[in-house]
């Protein structure tokens, strides 16, 4: 047993870890008397990648490219590879991943099973819309190859089915043809959320990027910088280094609290408003600001962190942010790190797929016990009123009614569970 | 045109260690003859090469225990590859000590695996790259040659033949232009190592651990020790006096 912790480091549980190295032993190695669990990089911040006292099968060692056809940018792999892995091998041939979030130390697996989507939603969509097939292996040895075509329903319970329906083995992603490394990147300061409003939709027909950093102690009149960008043709530049910083240790106490937020949200805000635009940035740089210090998620002390990440429909997207802005900003409580963005028009495939029409918000809080989660309560409920739901891969402690009501379509997936794989999220959403 | 194609041989090219070496070959020009006992392993290794860049990647299955396989095994091998730059020895196993002392032929089984198999092969790796007048010899021996430990000494022993084999084969072979650098990797975090205690701070993954072999073959290091700190940690433990390092749980 070891213990294991997600990325918001709420918690420290025994797991029984295996090692899965080889993909055609793994029908073999899936069998046991005890419920588990399929685990990558332990990216999600909450509880979806954890399944305390019972076996987690670590994909780390099913990592290896599988085929590439150069004409069409189809690449099929195992479901281990990192997206960073797919990024090195491929910019450089002028092929990129159509859709990456935040980070791109996940794996394929993780970013299939979670529906994951970046700051191109609005014209791309999320990273199952540009999967062809996976392969998934369940615990009782059956093998299912499965496509928007070839046992559909399969397919749509496993995009975004948080590694419930079986182990993804390998997939096969179509990846997108771009100019270079490069990306063209325009900010503008916004005072107020029709402000951002009005950039977001003037900008979606013509940028491929969209994304918006949002000062998150401003309140109701939100103000923040909006970001959006799209691929260039390479103009000779240096590119990042490939070092990087880490967070050598746990601080006792958050370096994110009351005295340094608001200090670095105004310099962010009054440093960056500054800027000449447009900029011309390396795409690591654009997509994954934060992979560049590692372990960041040390940051918030020995506590850990959550993040709220909601999606409300566009509707009454203005008011309900506005109400959800205005509570967090009379609690002081927050981060910096604070998102907000409109998704694109399109529902997404997967049956538990986190993204719909609409805005969505991202907000990482230090984890200071019953103030924070009073304060999610709150929360909870303008999302619940505007009929949005929150991102489970971000999740760790939604009430079951919310989640009910946010994601008409578990009855439907259930069906499709792997009795043999249970998640700390399963058992406390679900029920088993 | 002169031919900058690295032509590579790996035996157990499906261990870890090698795998991650062999990507950042592919990486560069590189065509590969791989060893392995796995032929579905070995397969997939190839397939994520080529898809890597790798040139043409060959494979071959063999059971390095059978030392009477080698010599076809490398005819092939020059075949399909016509010279060799680099020979990357890497397939090992990790013994169970205490079975070891319990069973003789178990104890001789992996003495042969870690040992007699590698010298084997580096004989007559050794005369054909003479011949050719070129290239390195790379081969994996391990910090547990250094010293015997009561933990696992069977593999040890059979490291420290590996090691002592390399350090006569290399001022042999020197006068050939063939360089040959053994490598003793500490603890890497592979699936050899897998459910072992090992101490965090010192496991080493396996692209970290590829990347220093890599950099060592380009500059002709005779002797790596890999992640370089396992050089002071050993120097210390070699030179602890033998009345206490028996009395030392190791």
């Known amino acids: 047993m070891v213990t294991v912790s997600s990325w918001g480091r709420l918690s420290r549980l025994e797991h029984q870890v295996k090692v899965l190295s080889a993909r055609h032993q793994v029908a073999a190695q899936l069998p046991s008397d005890q419920l588990g669990l399929v685990y990558g990089m332990g990216r999600s911040y909450g509880d979806a990648c954890l399944n305390p006292g019972g076996v987690l099968w670590n994909t780390q060692g099913l990592n290896r490219f599988i085929r590439f056809d150069e004409d069409t940018g189809r690449l099929v792999c195992e479901a281990g590879v990192l997206l960073r892995d797919i990024q090195q091998l491929f910019v450089p041939r002028g092929w990129i991943l159509p859709v990456t979030p935040g980070t791109q130390l996940i794996t394929v697996g993780g970013a299939i099973a979670n529906d994951v989507h970046g700051k191109n939603h609005h014209q791309l969509g999320s990273f199952g819309d540009h999967i062809h097939w996976l392969k998934l292996i369940r615990t009782d040895g059956t093998m299912i190859d499965c496509s928007p075509d070839v046992q559909p329903d399969w397919f749509a319970a496993t995009i975004g089915g948080l590694g419930l329906t079986g182990v993804i083995t390998e997939a096969q992603i179509q990846l997108r043809r771009i100019p270079g490394p490069w990306l063209v990147a325009e900010t503008f300061p916004y005072h107020s959320l029709t402000d951002f409003f009005h950039w977001a939709d003037s900008s979606e027909a013509a940028w491929e990027h969209t994304v918006s950093w949002i000062d998150c102690l401003h309140g109701g009149t939100a103000r923040g910088l909006f970001m959006r960008a799209n691929p260039i043709p390479s103009a000779p530049r240096i590119s990042p280094a490939s070092r990087k910083l880490a967070m050598p240790f746990v601080p006792p106490i958050s370096l994110v609290n009351k005295i340094s937020l608001p200090l670095f949200n105004n310099a962010y805000f009054y440093l960056k408003k500054r800027q000449p635009e447009p900029q011309i940035v390396h795409y690591e740089n654009f997509f994954y600001p934060l992979d560049n210090l590692l372990n960041w998620n040390r940051m918030y002390g020995p506590t850990g962190f959550f993040q709220y990440q909601s999606v409300l429909p566009r509707s009454v997207g203005l008011e309900a942010t506005q109400a959800m802005l205005a509570e967090i900003a009379r609690c002081g409580e927050g981060s910096f790190l604070a998102v907000l963005k409109t998704f694109g028009e399109r529902e997404a495939l997967g049956m538990m797929s986190f993204p719909q029409p609409g805005v969505t918000l991202a907000l990482d809080f230090p984890n200071k016990g019953e103030r924070t989660l009073r304060l999610f309560a709150r929360l909870d409920a303008i999302v619940q009123e505007a009929e949005g739901r929150l991102y489970l891969a971000k999740d760790a402690r939604m009430p079951r009614d919310l989640f009910v009501a946010g994601y008409p379509r578990l009855n439907e997936f259930i069906h499709y569970r792997d009795p043999g794989i249970s998640s700390a999220l399963s058992r406390r959403l679900i029920g088993d | ?250």
């Open chain 2, 1 to 250: 045109m002169p031919d900058n194609t690295k032509k590579i041989v790996i035996i157990g090219a499906t261990s870890a260690i090698a795998h991650a070496c062999a990507r950042l070959w592919a990486l560069g020009a590189a065509e590969f003859f791989l060893v392995g006992r796995d032929p579905e392993k070995l397969r997939q290794a190839a397939e994520d090469l080529t898809v890597r860049g790798a040139g043409q990647v060959a494979t071959y299955v063999l059971d390095a225990n059978e030392l009477a396989k080698h010599p076809a095994m490398l005819a092939r091998c020059f075949e399909t590859l016509g010279r060799i730059d680099i020979a990357l020895i890497a397939h090992g196993t990790l013994p169970d000590q205490a079975a070891c002392e319990q069973d003789v032929n178990l104890a001789l089984q992996e003495f042969s695996s870690n040992g007699l198999s590698v010298i084997a092969l580096l004989t007559l790796l050794a005369n054909r790259m003479e011949a050719q007048g070129s290239g390195t010899l790379a081969v994996i021996s391990s910090v547990a040659g250094d010293r015997g430990r009561p933990s696992n000494y069977l593999y040890g022993t059979a490291k420290a033949a590996v090691t002592t084999f390399c350090e006569g084969l290399r001022g042999r072979l020197y006068k050939a232009g063939v360089h040959v650098i053994t490598i003793k990797p500490g603890f890497v975090d592979t699936p050899m190592t897998q459910g072992l205690p090992l101490p965090k701070l010192l496991v080493a993954s396996p692209e970290a651990v590829a990347k220093s072999i890599c950099q060592a073959i380009e500059k002709r290091t005779n002797t790596l020790y890999t992640p370089a700190f396992w050089w002071a940690i050993m120097l210390v433990i070699k030179h602890i006096p033998t009345f206490i390092f028996k009395r030392a749980r190791l």
